[in-house]
């Protein structure tokens, strides 16, 4: 009797997969007050992982009442009155480093004081959805 061989090739594929650490962040102007009427500027961070050596971009939606691209605006609670803002982020892209490796994500935003110094009172708000994706 002779004998035989065979082989198994064994494989597997690593996802390449972006995940928010952090699933929300507030990005606070605070008491914007028309007497002083001055650019407000507000930060905050949120953090995320890639896959090692996978490249991402992170982008956002320009939130809720945006006009147009990059025109971001807040909503007053009641009435139909905006007020706009900045909203800008780093980094925008890059390459993970794995699940164990967090990168943060770095978000500013800035009310000019001739935006709301004819605002009514009350409550402005917004949401901006962020997306990574590798």
Known sequence: MAEDTATVDVQ???VGTCKFMTASAILN????????GTDVTATTTLTFWCTKNATY???DDDGLH???SNQNR????TFLEY???SFSYTPTSGTGAGKGTSIT???SGTVRGSNYI???AGSYSDTVTMTISP
């Open 118 to 120: 004819n605002a009514s």
């Open 83 to 85: 007020i706009p803002y």
């Open 74 to 77: 807040m909503k007053h609670a």
């Open 12 to 14: 597997a594929n690593v």
């Open 66 to 68: 945006e006009t147009v």
């Open 57 to 59: 971009t992170v982008t």
């Open 29 to 36: 102007f605070g008491n914007l007050d028309p007497a002083v």
């Open 105 to 107: 994500l770095n978000i």
